[in-house]
């Protein structure tokens, strides 16, 4: 995949432990340490976050720092936005995965016309809502976000004011809402998910693949059913989150869980799904060199950077 540019997102207001803001230099630094300019030569960008407010109670208690990150999104969005007015192959790297809500926002901002799909590379299904979520992190929705969804039929909250006015100031960013359809979502390496999340993917039907299923189809036959059940979109946008990958490969991320994809895989994975001349953009997402041994993770990711990115 040929990326042009590099767009920069720190905030790690969304996820629930720290250390997530530092995944981005803890990447660049180590590709810098092997003397790769992999990074390095790419005109680059980094949205101005507002993590200082962790020093502050993480609330309202069902969408911690929602203010916070509906200024860091909007801001974001019309970065990405920008960006896609000139180029379309862009490398975004971002602290948490609530981030994504300012991708997606983006993508659409820019191009309002095109259908967009989204190959989700994640451990979980990010499609809580501050009416559902078991902690109230907000790197726990940014899926249920763009697809406008509130699930108040698996309600276990009462959010209060202010979460549902920011709830609904995040699902509009861009001035587009939803941003995609759940028909137009593939998720790859899904493992965990609490009851609501599954009642939203099973009521749309949602593409999924397991680790297992996707070995047992095969590496070339996942990208191929990928690639095909997004055969109407006009563009694609991949998120990787890299808690995709099994915990033996590091526990440099905030929520591993047993069970998922190798690096291998994964670039096996991106490299044939970025062969689609519809995906544009690649996020990569959820390094956390706090909770790492000797920055494993992101040494990871980026060998499979160099093996995917030109």
Known sequence: MKIDRMIEIP????????????????LKLCAAGKGMTLLAQLPQQRVEDENDLLFKPPLPENAHYIRGIYTVMSHAADVISDACALTDSILILTGDHSNAIATLAGIRKARPDDRLGVIWI???????????SPSGNIHGMPLAASLG????????????????????????????NPKLLPGDIVFLGLRSFEAEEQFLLEKHNIARY????????????????????????????ISFDVD???????????????????????????????????????????????????????????????????
């Open 122 to 132: 994640d451990a979980h299904a990010d499609m809580h809502t501050p009416y559902t």
């Open 244 to 310: 995709s990958m099994d915990p033996s490969v590091s526990r440099g991320t905030g929520t591993p869980v047993d069970g998922g994809l190798l690096p291998e895989e994964v670039i096996e994975l991106l490299k044939g799904l970025t062969s689609d001349e519809r995906v544009r953009t690649l996020e990569i997402t959820e390094i956390n060199p706090l909770l790492d041994e000797r920055n494993k993770m992101a040494k990871t990711v980026l060998q499979i950077l160099g093996q995917v990115i030109e």
């Open 149 to 176: 969804f509130d699930n108040k039929e698996c309600k276990r909250h009462e959010p209060r004011e202010i979460s549902r006015e920011y709830w609904e100031k995040l699902k509009n960013i861009g001035g587009i």
């Open 11 to 26: 905030s790690e207001l969304g996820a629930g432990t720290r250390g997530a803001s530092l995944g981005i230099n803890a």
């Open 210 to 237: 397991n680790t297992p299923e996707i070995r047992e189809m095969g590496l070339a036959q996942c990208i191929s059913k990928s690639l095909e059940h997004l055969r109407h979109c006009d563009r694609i946008h």
